[in-house]
T-cell receptor, first 114, second 113 residues
Framework: GAVVSQHPSWVICKSGTSVKIECRSL??????MFWYRQFPKQSLMLMAT?????????EQGVEKDKFLINHASLTLSTLTVTSAHPEDSSFYIC??????????FGSGTRLTVV | AQSVTQLGSHVSVSEGALVLLRCNYS??????LFWYVQYPNQGLQLLLK??????LVKGINGFEAEFKKSETSFHLTKPTAHMSDAAEYFC???????????FGSGTKLNVKP
């Protein structure tokens, strides 16, 4: 149990375009999802917390208008990087919790903005 | 406030040797502690977790960790290193199972033949 699927696993986009990353809980209902970002050779930093049906809570320093998070259902949360720039290139990972299950992470998405 | 410090960004051991990866934490509440492993370009795999039960926690792949409140530590060990253990390891702390995680800076483990 507690499988979290993340898609796509990697994506390359042009500067100025938007990219959507999906995070799905496959076998449980995720009331809360977390989005993390990992820069090369660095640790994971929490970007935001999303609760199903509510607005996401962003960590200090994270631009909410740039990183749009939607958690419209109990099995899906999306992160949209709007007007992407090369400095947004990173590894994005989600995790989900709910129904007594937690601490399960997705496989991550490698975003490269060219 | 919670934070995690991992001593040693790189650790190198010989195959068959003991693996010891250090983690110290800071938490204003009784912590939940986790160790994750990350292989290149992959997500995080949970190795083990401490959630206020037994202080010696056994995980997957022969890893174990001991919670020492007096030392605010949660070091990860494995008696015998294998080549397949080469990866990056992250220690994390949380207020509970369902809250956000605070990660350490990671320790890259190299296993020499």
């Amino acid at each position: 149990g507690a499988v979290v699927s993340q898609h796509p696993s990697w994506v390359i986009c042009k500067s100025g375009t938007s990219v959507k990353i999906e995070c799905r809980s496959l076998d449980f209902q995720a009331t809360t999802m977390f989005w993390y970002r990992q820069f090369p050779k660095q640790s994971l930093m929490l970007m935001a917390t999303s609760n199903e049906g509510s607005k996401a809570t962003y960590e200090q320093g994270v631009e909410k208008d740039k990183f749009l998070i939607n958690h419209a259902s109990l099995t899906l949360s999306t992160l949209t990087v709007t007007s992407a720039h090369p400095e947004d290139s990173s590894f994005y990972i989600c995790s989900a919790s709910g129904q007594g299950l937690a601490y399960t992470f997705g496989s991550g998405t490698r975003l490269t903005v060219v | 406030a919670q934070s995690v410090t991992q001593l040693g960004s790189h650790v190198s051991v010989s195959e068959g040797a003991l693996v010891l990866l250090r983690c110290n934490y800071s938490s204003s509440v009784p912590p939940y502690l986790f160790w994750y492993v990350q292989y290149p370009n992959q997500g995080l795999q949970l190795l083990l977790k401490y959630t206020s039960a037994a202080t010696l926690v056994k995980g997957i792949n022969g890893f174990e960790a001991e919670f020492k409140k007096s030392e605010t530590s949660f070091h990860l060990t494995k008696p015998t290193a294998h080549m397949s253990d080469a990866a990056e390891y992250f220690c994390a702390v949380s207020e509970n199972n369902f809250n956000k995680f605070y990660f350490g800076s990671g320790t890259k483990l190299n296993v020499k033949p």
